[in-house]
């Protein structure tokens, strides 16, 4: 995952430093602003649709869902369960470990820098963060979960219930879910 965003495009008031891996802690009156990542010099500028732009309640729900184990549906599996923070975003194994103990049907590969990709997996058959979020929840071999009912079980509990409602004006369902993943694998 990179550490930067287009803070070129907003006025310095409105940028916060804030790294979305080390900071829980965002006080209410925050959650709609603008989430800033500074870019080291000479980056290239962060590649972010204006219909997913990253917000401090975007990123901080992204976060809370992909470290939350029920979105394998009682499988005990969270998108961190393969992608490890403390090994790049990625995993150690050749094939991951999936639902039920199965060997999945590839590994989980680093997201570092995953924002500059323009099509993801290995034959490059999905084209952004929003749409990859899919195919991992809902694959046998990996999570072997459904995203309508992740988003049930979930769209109730805190904090999943009001990032929901702050980030995207509506409750938790799939395409919430989908979208504030990938802001958070922008980060």
Known sequence: MTWAMRAHSLPPVLMIACIACNKDEVGQDQL??????????????????????????????????????????GKGLSCASCHHPDHAFSDTLALSVGAQGAFGLRNAPSLANVVYQTALFRDGGVPSLELQVLAPLQEEHEMASNINGVAAALRDEEPFASLSKKAYGRQLDGFVITRAIACYERT
């Open 32 to 73: 709609d602003t603008p989430f800033i990542v500074h870019m080291p010099p000479g980056a290239p500028t962060l590649p972010v649709p204006l219909e997913n732009a990253l917000t401090q309640a975007r990123v901080l729900l992204g976060k809370a869902l992909f470290f939350e184990p029920r979105m394998s549906l």
